[in-house]
């Protein structure tokens, strides 16, 4: 029934390491959004996929890159995590004339 | 640019208390959509409604109801007759037309709400 699916839950990264999260979804959405909220905060747009656009927000750091192998999985790597980045990474997706579905999200801590 | 204020930072209710939870917006475009998600302690963002700015009509989706007024560019939402599942923070988000923009969303900082036995 999942519909949009990440893993893992949590990941723990040391400070520098690269790290991989993925997120996978089951509805043929054509639009993958990856999304950062930090403590307390509100969820921040870093990019998007529309089908294998590529999208960048303009202030989402280098750090962060996207992959889109197919239409069902989408990956966020971060290259060199810093303490800073330490946040729930959220994946969503959406269509036309349809709000934005998320995953559980990844909760990674930089240790 | 766009903008979405949630000036209620926590809101404590008691059980079966109606709660309404108020959100001001600021965008440019004529055509754009607006939205409230719920974020449990578990993390995940649930969708539960959407507006389209070109309709006005406000509606009653089971205990949830909203009120839309462009005049005053808002976008309230009421939990009617609370309950301790209702607890978790609630964001109003905002996003522009566009084939890819649906899920392109500026949210507001979010409101706490606590549901009391």
């Known amino acids: 029934d999942a519909m949009v699916i990440q893993n893992p839950r949590y990941q723990v990264t040391q400070f520098g390491k690269p790290v991989t999260l993925s997120c996978s979804q089951t509805l043929n959405h054509n639009v993958m959004y990856w999304y950062q909220q930090k403590s307390s905060q509100a969820p921040k747009l870093l990019f998007h996929y529309y089908d294998k656009d590529f999208n960048n927000e303009a202030d989402t750091p280098d750090n962060f890159q996207s992959r889109r192998p197919n239409t069902s999985f989408c990956f966020l790597d971060i290259r060199s995590p810093g303490l800073g980045d330490a946040a729930m990474y959220l994946c969503?997706?959406?269509?036309?004339?349809?709000?934005?579905?998320f995953g559980q999200g990844t909760r990674l801590t930089v240790v | 640019a766009q903008k979405v204020t949630q000036a209620q930072t926590e809101i404590s209710v008691v059980e079966k208390e109606d709660v309404t939870l108020d959100c001001v917006y600021e965008?440019?475009?004529?055509?754009?959509?607006l939205f409230w998600y719920k974020q449990p302690p578990s993390g995940e963002l649930v969708f539960l409604i959407r507006?389209?700015?070109?309709?006005?009509q406000n509606e009653i989706s089971g205990r949830y109801s909203w009120n839309f007024q462009k005049s005053t560019s808002s976008f309230n939402f009421t939990i009617t007759a609370s309950q301790v599942v209702d607890s978790a923070v609630y964001f109003c988000?905002?996003?522009?037309?566009?084939?890819?923009?649906?899920?392109?969303?500026?949210f507001g900082a979010g409101t706490q709400v606590v549901v009391t036995p």
């Open positions: 507006r389209n700015s070109f309709d006005e």
């Open positions: 988000a905002l996003s522009e037309a566009g084939t890819d923009s649906w899920g392109k969303l500026q």
């Open positions: 965008t440019r475009d004529t055509t754009y959509y």
């Open positions: 969503a997706t959406s269509r036309a004339g349809r709000g934005a579905f």
